[in-house]
T-cell receptor, first 113, second 112 residues
């Protein structure tokens, strides 16, 4: 069966510090991968998605970046965090067409102070 | 931009009652999905309904889609305290390319 992992589960970082969130998927090959951010009590905002290794599409211009160094690994990064980067970050995967069913990881709660 | 908007924003019912949540969207879609999110957790897929379908069932869940009104509803019958969660609709709009657009969600509280 397929599983998706995210770490860390929670993170508290000072403004201006770097960020690296990792997501890995097991049990499937060549998945579509997604990074979303969810502000408190709000819906999901798509940040990045990838349909293959090295292929990254950015949805929102900001100080975040994403990379896909391996087929089932998706990394969200920042060189300098802003207060507005605080939120709940969710990784998801899907197979086939990108808008079919998506399967979400447990999320990372990021607080920037 | 926000494609799906859920209504109501919050709903509180007694265990055993039915819960109905609605989702309205703006542009033509290929499919519409409903997801559930327990507090502080990831989203879990519930149902996908395609634009040429009008109704789908899964256990205690019933989803309807009215493309002429650009709306969908999620009905949870005989609710349980464990159904307490936020429920989101997500649309695959023809104009949005290869991505889902999520609504802001309905927070459902089921009182035991």
């Amino acid at each position: 069966s397929q599983t998706i992992h995210q770490w860390p589960a929670t993170l508290v970082q000072p403004v201006g510090s770097p960020l690296s969130l990792e997501c890995t998927v097991e049990g499937t090959s060549n998945p579509n991968l997604y990074w979303y951010r969810q502000a408190a009590g709000r819906g999901l905002q798509l940040l990045f998605y990838s349909v293959g290794i090295g292929q990254i599409s950015s949805e929102v211009p900001q100080n975040l970046s994403a990379s896909r160094p391996q087929d089932r690994q998706f990394i969200l990064s920042s060189k300098k965090l802003l207060l507005s980067d605080s939120g709940f970050y969710l990784c998801a995967w899907s197979v086939g067409y990108p808008t079919d069913t998506q399967y979400f990881g447990p999320g990372t709660r990021l607080t920037v102070l | 931009s926000q494609q799906g908007e859920e209504d109501p924003q919050a709903l509180s019912i007694q265990e055993g009652e039915n819960a109905t949540m609605n989702c309205s969207y703006k542009t033509s879609i290929n499919n519409l999905q409903w997801y559930r999110q327990n507090s502080g957790r990831g989203l879990v897929h519930l149902i996908l309904i395609r634009s040429n379908e009008r109704e789908k069932h899964s256990g205690r869940l019933r989803v309807t889609l009215d493309t002429s009104k650009k709306s969908s509803s999620l009905l949870i019958t005989a609710s349980r305290a464990a159904d307490t969660a936020s429920y989101f609709c997500a649309t695959d709009a023809k104009s949005s390319g290869d991505k889902l657009t999520f609504g802001t969600g309905t927070r459902l509280a089921v009182r035991p």
